[in-house]
């Protein structure tokens, strides 16, 4: 995001360097708004599920994919890794305003966009889904939701406090705190009597400590791909004890059908990457991995 930022301010000195050595599996369009960056990620299984790490595979397990990265006038920007199926050779990927090419060394183009890779690739982890996602491909044009209106630019739950509407994300934010430590929860804007359904749900959520379970029920996951990953050397294996004594939430966002993200501050466990839990719209945990 800082190089195609930089872009903006007249310096494509270092986003032409990247291109020069990751073409042509790399890929920014004319305006410099998006690129795109064909990738191998590390492929790791507990108890039979298979998950996908934002991290470059350590041995024969990977899946392919690529990184999107946007920016926005406002300043904004935004990251996302969708998969690509691991039956397939990549030749080149090419991209002219949102339209994205992807070419084969079987001599395949499938023409696509960024938010119909996003919505039949992001979030794919078996090799069947991916399989699938990838088989339906076929460049469908997508409107822009309409933007529920904002009807005030503040809210109130009870058990925390008052958020206020930041426009450039469209979401309600404020600084809280969780067993001695600051965080961030954000709430998206949606329709009036959804966003009155969801602040009720998020107050009631909180005030369970809905997120105590659920870092509870991501620790097996997490404490065993580092121990199996990510330690260092001489590094002893870390302990259920001392897991829960260095992970702290540093942010929670509820989305507009009641699903949520708890992000997670690692402690330098996993070298700064944080830790992002996914949570269903029933607030159960759903899974876990890291990010950026």
């Not at 969708?82 to 080149?92: A, E, F, H």
């Not at 002893?236 to 501050?265: A, G, L, M, V, W």
Request: with cysteine; charged share 30%.
């Amino acid at each position: 995001m800082e190089l195609l930022k930089n872009v903006r301010n007249g310096n494509e000195d270092e986003i032409n360097e990247l291109l020069k050595i990751y073409s042509p599996l790399a890929a920014v369009n004319e305006n410099f708004s998006v690129f795109l960056l064909f990738r191998h990620f590390q492929v790791e299984y507990w108890n039979d599920e298979r998950s996908v790490l934002n991290c470059h595979p350590k041995d024969e397990n990977f899946q392919y994919g690529i990184t999107i990265v946007k920016t926005f006038e406002d300043g904004g920007g935004s990251q996302h890794n969708v998969y690509l199926p691991n039956n397939l050779s990549y030749k080149k990927l090419k991209i002219q305003g949102n339209e994205i090419e992807i070419i084969t060394n079987q001599d395949k183009a499938v023409k696509t966009n960024v938010k119909e890779l996003r919505l039949k690739l992001w979030m794919k982890f078996t090799e069947k889904d991916i399989e699938n996602g990838y088989k339906n491909l076929c460049n469908e044009q997508y409107e822009n939701p309409k933007k529920p209106e904002v009807k005030s630019t503040t809210i109130k739950i009870s058990s925390l406090g008052e958020l206020i509407y930041n426009e450039m994300f469209e979401w309600y934010e404020g600084n809280f705190e969780i067993e001695n430590h600051n965080f961030e929860l954000s709430i998206r804007n949606t329709e009036p009597e959804k966003l009155k359904h969801l602040i009720s749900f998020v107050d009631k959520q909180m005030k369970s400590k809905f997120y105590k379970k659920i870092l509870l029920e991501m620790e097996d996951k997490m404490i065993e791909l580092k121990n199996d990953v990510w330690l260092g050397e001489e590094e002893p294996p870390i302990t259920s004890e001392d897991f829960q004594k260095r992970i702290s939430i540093n942010s929670i966002t509820f989305n507009d059908d009641c699903t949520s993200s708890i992000y997670c501050d690692d402690d330098d466990i996993f070298w700064g990457h944080s830790i992002e839990i996914y949570v269903d719209k029933n607030g159960k945990y759903k899974d876990a991995n890291l990010a950026g």
